[in-house]
């Protein structure tokens, strides 16, 4: 069984400050993580994924994630962000072995105040 | 261009009128997979194939069937729909090669059921 959970549902940050989507996730083997990105009425866009490879991934748009496994989190993170970034972000998790099901968070919509 | 399509991208219809979204993809990719997306519950996977004639329950399968006869296209089948069954509905695939499982998704189907 697999899950995963989204901490916070909104996050409001000002342009040029740090970001931070906190992702946690439970999982009974060592999974594939990712992180998707949907701007307004778009679909959805791949960030960034850890495949068991470096713990720490980098993604597009400057931002990237931290595999925890001790704390079972795979938080996004972002030095500064820009008014592009206003979007809703969604942590994914998926079984290695096989396809099987794949669990998606419910996401965080960011907000970012000029 | 790689690409996932959906059509219709929009759709109004009335209940218990039987329907069908096609979805396609352009890349090869053995595997394709259903969603819904509903606001606060984020993406549910309905159905998923990992081959031809090979296709599988997601979390959220009642009340919708699929088929795989090719592999390029996975279309999903409202028999009857119910008004319940208005969400915006994702397709996606993915290349069944190693870790990777990054999906590339369609660009939605909104339907409304009255």
């Known amino acids: 069984a697999q899950s995963v959970t989204q901490l916070d549902s909104h996050v409001s940050v000002s342009e040029g400050t740090p970001v931070l989507l906190r992702c946690n996730y439970s999982?009974?083997?060592?999974?594939?993580l990712f992180w998707y990105v949907q701007h307004p009425n778009k679909g959805l866009q791949l960030l960034l994924k850890y495949t068991s490879a470096a713990t720490l991934v980098k993604g597009i748009n400057g931002f990237e994630a931290e595999f925890k496994k001790s704390e079972t989190s795979f938080h996004l993170t972002k030095p500064s962000a820009h008014m592009s970034d206003a979007a809703e972000y969604f942590c994914v998790v998926s079984d290695p072995r096989g396809y099987q099901k794949v669990t998606f968070g419910t996401g965080t919509k960011l907000q970012v105040i000029p | 261009e790689a690409q996932v399509t959906q059509n219709p991208r929009y759709l109004i219809t009335v209940t218990g009128k039987k329907l069908t979204v096609t979805c396609s993809q352009n890349m090869n990719h053995e595997y394709m997979s259903w969603y819904r997306q509903d606001p606060g519950l984020g993406l549910r996977q309905i159905y998923y194939?990992?081959?031809?004639?090979?296709?599988d329950k997601g979390d959220v399968p009642e009340g919708y069937k699929v088929s795989r006869k090719e592999k390029r296209n996975f279309p999903l089948i409202l028999e009857s729909p119910s008004p319940n069954q208005t969400s915006l509905y994702f397709c996606a695939s993915s290349p069944l090669a190693g870790r990777s499982y990054e999906q590339y998704f369609g660009p939605g189907t909104r339907l409304t059921v009255t």
């Open positions: 194939s990992m081959n031809v004639e090979v296709t």
């Open positions: 999982s009974s083997y060592s999974p594939s």
